[in-house]
């Protein structure tokens, strides 16, 4: 048994209160390009400050996610750059579901042992997120929690609070059969599945095939599974009036997303092959030998927000979104399942 120490300190238990101090003066100049004029005081205090005020009924809309097992690519590529965007961008378009603007985001990192330029480059890449959907940047924590992280290990979440005018909700209510069911497009993975993915590449075993080229992909696989989240809230603003209802597809994928925003007894009938999927759902079904209902209940199989509209307003919202692709159809419901791929 060693010698115990005369006197015990923070830094012998492997917390370093230096590089904490540090980190933090980093994030608080992070966020002041992300701050609005409804920010009373921003990083620094024991709490975030924000005034709400231009509503007539405001409904506070908040969400709380991480990006998974995809911080650790992240850590095996050592690029740390993206996976902050993805926290804000997957956040955002949850709320973005019920019609609401973001207004603000706490984050949360965690490590084993603190990596200033780690932290700094996660939180660089919430920052830059945040500027672009004009979301504040307020608060968040920093902890180092040897024991409960390993060397390396990194834990991000995101805490999102948004504003909708509570005669705006949308919430699906108003979803009738007939309706018409749009998709917009993923950018692949986005942040959901990586788990299975990770275990179908044996990245565990041998993290070199990341550097590997796949021909289907055009690029190597660490920088596809990497591709940020894709962000709809700037597609889809002028669209709300016309849509009734939103599904952000993450994880659960198709099958399990989209029955909650359906009223009971409502199904949906999607029509395989009216969508194009990005090459990396095809990659990772071949070499793992899924079945096509087990792809459907994980990943995004390439749309990540599907649109519930009036059949009568289709053509309207698709001349307002380029992108978006008429995938199928509201039906009553008559069996278990709510969601028909045929």
Request: contains cysteine.
């Amino acid at each position: 048994m060693k010698p115990r120490p005369d006197k015990e300190t923070y830094g012998a238990a492997g917390v370093d209160l230096e590089a904490g101090s540090r980190v933090r003066e980093s994030i608080k100049r992070l966020s002041l390009s992300t701050l609005r004029p409804e920010v009373i005081s921003g990083p620094g205090l024991f709490a975030g400050l924000f005034e709400l005020k231009g509503y007539r009924e405001p409904a506070l809309v908040a969400s709380c996610d991480g990006v998974g097992t995809k911080i650790v690519v992240a850590r095996a590529m050592g690029r740390y750059d993206t996976i902050g965007v993805d926290l804000v961008h997957h956040c955002v378009n949850d709320i973005l579901t019920t019609g609401a603007k973001p207004l603000y985001l706490l984050d949360y990192v965690a490590m084993g042992e603190l990596d200033p330029r780690v932290v700094e480059s996660v939180v660089a890449g919430v920052a830059r997120a945040c500027f672009g959907v004009g979301c504040a940047l307020i608060g968040g924590e920093t902890a180092e929690m040897p024991g409960v992280y390993g060397p390396g290990d990194c834990e991000l979440v995101g805490f999102i609070t948004g504003v909708v005018e509570k005669d705006r909700i949308l919430n699906g209510s108003a979803i009738l059969p007939g309706d018409g069911i749009l998709g917009l497009p993923s950018s692949g993975l986005h942040t959901n599945g990586y788990s299975l993915v990770r275990k179908v590449f044996d990245l565990a075993g041998d993290a070199s095939v990341l550097e590997r080229s796949f021909p289907e992909l055009g690029r190597p696989l660490g920088e596809e599974l990497l591709e940020p989240h894709r962000c709809y809230y700037q597609d889809l603003q002028e669209a709300l009036p016309l849509i009734k209802g939103m599904a952000h597809i993450t994880g659960g994928g198709l099958e399990g997303n989209i029955p909650r925003i359906l009223p009971p007894g409502l199904a949906v009938v999607l029509n395989w092959g009216s969508w194009p999927v990005p090459a990396i759902f095809s990659l990772v079904q071949e070499r793992g030998g899924i079945d096509r209902r087990e792809m459907f209940r994980v990943f995004n199989m390439g749309l990540g927000m599907v649109l519930f509209c009036d059949s009568r307003r289709e053509d309207e919202l698709r001349a307002m979104l380029p992108q978006a692709i008429y995938v199928g159809r509201v039906v009553e419901q008559v069996s278990e399942d709510q969601v028909t791929i045929i």
